[in-house]
């Protein structure tokens, strides 16, 4: 944990709380695992505190395991998902 709105991510990523809107950013270059993906929606609902609040997720030149892919976060912890991008797959 890096303060009370930012939560490192096994050293790859972090999620923070800001302006009422939750902000997922990987590292680039880094590749994301099962664990790692638990580990940051473990976060989100952590600094959501219950609240179903919007997620930006910043996936620029990372590449996630097809665990990680499948995980989504809880509909009772996000109001609404976007990710930005540079490869084929967010788009």
Known sequence: MLGSN???ISGK?????????????????????FDDANSAFSA?????????????VDIHDVTHS?????IFPDPASVS????????PWTR
Do not use: C, E, H, Y
């Not at 989100?44 to 505190?49: D, F, M, Q």
């Open 66 to 70: 097809s665990a990680a892919r499948k």
């Open 13 to 33: 990523g972090t999620v923070d709380l800001s302006a009422g809107f939750l902000r997922l950013r990987w590292q680039p270059g880094v590749s994301i695992g």
């Open 80 to 87: 609404r998902v976007a990710l930005v991008g540079s490869s």
């Open 6 to 8: 930012k939560v490192d």
């Open 44 to 56: 989100i609902s952590a600094l959501g505190k219950g609240a179903k609040l919007p997620l930006l």
